[in-house]
């Protein structure tokens, strides 16, 4: 929110030499961040200077509408002569009066303007557009002085545009509502420098009458709890907005429009009340305020067509829908400038959810929209419409009504109990309770201790001590964010000063380390990490449409999936079953971005719906819940098994001078994943690889893994449809493995190395086709005994000679005993005893024998 301090200064009798560093300090203490505090008095240096257009000259076979300019500066260019100046704009006509600036001034940004040729004529000089001046965003046009500025040509435009103020930039907090407008920023700084507040809304406004001023109809008083609405007839349609009221809304970055839409828009920045004026003659028959019918469509004043939903809140006339409530307002009602003639002003209460959704579904960020979200004081409303009613009639003329709509179902605010020792308890400071009753009555609560006022002397029994006080502490209709006792011990600490606050460390508890699930993570983490894969962290938040892109069957498990209440985007709106979708897109991200051999993993939660789990109980924050209540919110939490998942794309080993590259393929997937069970702890011995069929794998380069006969993951190459869908590379292959699917791992002691010389020896076994080799190493392992230190997979041969359906597997074995040297003898006994088994086992034969 960007506002000028001399706006400020109408509300809050800041210090005069209020030095901006002063003011910058005293917002961030308050909580309040700056983005920037700026004084425009220095942001343009040189000649700004008011003109006044002479003539104008269209310029034609250019790409764009060009204009040559005559513009009388006076004798502030030294000649008295009119100022040529080439500019590109068309919102001027000949005799406006505009903002210009001479050679050899310096606009904000180091831009420095002198005098050259261009379109075939000599320019001196620029006439200037509130963006070009740092005043604001809009570009679309520049400056044009109201007929009520008294400058002449020549004159300083500084203090004609407000560029002798100084203008604050903040970045307003969610839970800070209050803060969106001049009220609730002067009520802030009159807590900081402790001056006196002038509260804009606290100013006598007529109450509702029983004729109503336009005939509305609420039917949902929950979606708006309140409506208020006047009309004000015979307003002149050419009036134009004062240039104060448009300085400041240019200022604030809002363009300003006409007459009675600045009106409202500056009501929304002094009071924080978002307003919306209706031409009462384009509105056909009595307003209703209800929920949308799905498929009902808007055409809102950004000239967009708008699909709503049932969760829409819009105000209709007997045509349909003609705004979309708190957000945007619809083009047949829109006031139309030079043609409006009678207004209808409507002030209401919106809940602040139904417009966050409302906002983020459309995509429609309204300045209106971010401050209902935020909460508004639903006690302003009346205040509101009779500041927007006294200012049309005022610069506008027009004849307001007698009549005032006010139908009102604002519920009153709730009392919170707080205990008086609480924010000393809670933050380790000494608070007296008076202190503490001060601060939030300096904030605007009411509070009373029991059905009593508080005493106020202050050293009253248990007052002073507040051992046992308890406060009745009723926030303020402006404050919506204060609903438990830890938000008024925070508005305690905040007012008292952050600074006061001592930073001291808590003194850690012993502990017994990381636990054995912690251990566990990491190590698989260090694992992926050793053999070159990159870890990455991938939003668990996907699309419905993963499903069907994962090729996953409709009786899949992992189809159900957990939808958020309050999704980041309405794109992504569920919690993820698996890994693999997120992960893949980090991929497909990244190749996106040029890289071409990857090699990912992400460790994390998935999430798993409890079948009818219902609603979690209300708890709230001023106790423990029971174990109860835990249990009944336990019961709804949706299952979160940590998983572990890689994918590979391109080449796994680099090609270079040395030779050519490797391309990842499905044994790397499988690999990884017996690489994580071994850093998970899990011996090779229980580990089972076997072929499987499994979306989104491919269902002949799919492995399953078992441990202990129970199924942990899947690894291999992933389905070419899947791969298709998702643009990825072909031959993209990928694992996924449920970490706490494992069993505890079994303590062991550290093993023993031998010091003797190992007997290596080779063997290659001929075997079907369809035998796995996993069986042939488990059957070698089998029948070589406990002289067999490891057998490894060296290569894989078929040919006509082994005969159709069959292949050769070789095995690297390698033999050891732990108190001798093997003979030779020995070594080749233990080789024909696992080549025995295997024979015995899969029908396998010496290759060549």
């Known amino acids: 929110m960007r506002v000028s301090v001399s706006w400020l200064r109408e509300y809050v009798d800041l210090p005069a030499d209020l030095p901006t560093g ?85 606009l904000p940004g180091g831009f420095a303007i002198g005098a050259r040729k261009t379109y075939g004529h000599n320019s001196a000089g620029m006439i200037c557009s509130a963006k070009e001046l740092g005043l604001g965003d809009d570009h679309s046009g520049i400056i044009v002085l109201g ?4 400058a002449k040509p020549g004159d300083d435009a500084r203090p004609v545009v407000g560029l002798d103020d100084v203008v604050l930039d903040l970045e307003i907090t969610p839970d800070r509502g209050y803060a969106l407008s001049l009220r609730g920023l002067a009520r802030e700084l009159s807590h900081a420098f402790e001056v006196p507040l002038r509260d804009p809304a606290l100013v006598p406004a007529p109450r509702g009458t029983e004729t109503p001023a336009y005939p509305v109809e609420v039917r949902d008083t929950v979606g708006c709890d309140r409506f208020t609405a006047r009309l004000v007839r015979g307003v002149d349609p050419s009036a134009p907005t004062p240039s104060w009221m448009a300085q400041r809304l240019v200022t604030a970055g809002i363009r300003s429009i006409s007459l009675p839409v600045d009106i409202t828009n500056y009501v929304m920045l ?54 979309l409530a708190a957000v945007m307002g619809g083009e047949t009602s829109e006031v139309d400038t030079g043609v409006t003639t009678n207004v209808l002003f409507e002030a209401a209460h919106w809940d602040p959810a139904m417009v966050g959704r409302t906002a983020r579904r459309h995509k429609l960020f309204s300045e209106a929209a971010k401050r209902w979200e935020r909460g508004v004081d639903p006690a302003v409303a009346l205040v509101a419409l009779e500041r927007a009613v006294g200012l049309l009639t005022e610069h506008g003329g027009g004849t307001p009504s007698a009549e005032i709509l006010d139908i009102d179902h604002v ?49 009253a029994v248990g007052v002073a001590s507040g051992v046992g006080t308890t406060l009745s502490v009723t926030p303020p209709t402006w404050r919506p964010d204060l609903t438990d006792p830890a938000d008024l011990v925070e508005e305690v600490v905040r007012l008292d000063g952050y600074d006061k606050v001592p930073s001291v460390l808590p003194t850690a508890p012993p502990g017994n380390g990381l636990t054995l699930r912690q251990r566990r993570r990491r190590a698989v983490a260090d694992s992926l990490a050793e053999r070159g894969y990159v870890a990455v962290l991938a939003h668990p938040f996907v699309s419905p449409e993963l499903a069907d892109q994962l090729g996953l069957p409709a009786d899949d498990a992992r189809r159900p999936a957990v939808r958020l209440a309050n999704p980041l985007s309405e794109e992504e709106p569920l919690l993820r079953t698996t890994l693999l979708g997120p992960l893949l897109g980090v991929l497909k991200r990244n190749l996106g971005r040029g890289l071409r051999d990857l090699a990912l993993y992400e460790i994390g939660a998935v999430f798993h719906p409890r079948a009818g789990a219902g609603s979690p109980p209300s708890m709230g924050v001023d106790r423990r819940p029971t174990d109860e209540e835990f249990a009944a919110a336990d019961a709804v939490v949706p299952a979160q098994p940590v998983h572990v998942a890689v994918v590979l794309s391109g080449d796994l080993d680099p090609a270079g001078w040395w030779g050519a590259g490797r391309p990842a393929g499905w044994a790397d997937a499988i690999e990884a994943a017996r690489d994580v069970l071994a850093a998970a702890g899990i011996p090779d011995e229980r580990v089972e690889v076997r072929a499987a069929e499994y979306a989104p794998w491919h269902p002949g380069r799919c492995a399953e893994l078992l441990v202990d006969g129970t199924v942990v993951g899947h690894a291999g190459e ?41 007997a290596l020896i080779d063997v290659a076994l001929v075997v079907d086709e369809s035998v796995p080799a996993e069986q042939v190493r488990r059957a070698l392992e089998a029948g070589a005994g406990e002289l067999l230190e490891d057998v490894r997979l060296f290569d894989v041969y078929s040919s006509a000679q082994l005969g159709e359906g069959r292949r ?11 108190d001798r040297t093997l003979t030779g003898e020995e070594a080749l006994a233990a080789r024909d005893a696992a080549v025995a088994v295997a024979a015995e086992r899969l029908g396998a034969t010496l290759r060549g024998a």
């Open 22 to 106: 002063d003011l910058e300090q005293a917002l961030v203490d308050l909580g309040i961040e700056v983005e920037s505090v700026v004084d425009l008095a220095e942001s343009v240096t040189g000649q700004l200077v008011v003109g006044e257009v002479r003539e104008i000259e269209e310029l034609t076979g250019f790409k764009k509408p060009i204009r040559f300019c005559r513009v009388d500066v006076g004798d502030a260019n030294g000649t008295g002569e009119p100022q040529e100046i080439v500019c590109g704009a068309r919102n001027f006509a000949v005799g406006d009066r505009v903002v210009v600036i001479l050679p050899g001034g310096v």
């Open 147 to 150: 007929p009520d500025v008294t």
């Open 270 to 323: 002094e009071l924080g009340q978002p307003m919306h004026a209706f031409d009462a003659d384009r509105i056909s028959g009595p307003l209703v305020v209800r929920r949308a019918e799905a498929g009902e469509k808007l055409t809102t004043l950004d000239g967009v067509s708008r699909v709503l939903t049932a969760d829409d809140m819009v105000i209709c006339d007997d045509t349909g829908p003609i705004s």
């Open 411 to 459: 519920r009153p605010r709730t009392p919170i109990s707080l205990p008086a020792d609480l924010p000393t308890r809670r933050i380790g400071v000494e608070y007296p309770p008076a202190r503490v009753v001060a601060l939030l009555e300096e904030v605007g609560c009411t509070v009373a201790q029991g059905s009593d006022r508080l005493s106020e002397d202050p050293g």
């Open 718 to 758: 992933l389905h070419p449809v899947v791969v298709g869908t998702l643009e990825l590379p072909r031959r993209t292959c990928a694992m996924e493995l449920n970490l706490d699917a494992l069993p505890a791992a079994p303590v062991t002691s550290a093993p023993t190395v031998s010091g003797f010389p190992p």
């Open 808 to 818: 050769s597997l070789a095995y690297k074995l390698t033999f050891r005993a732990p």
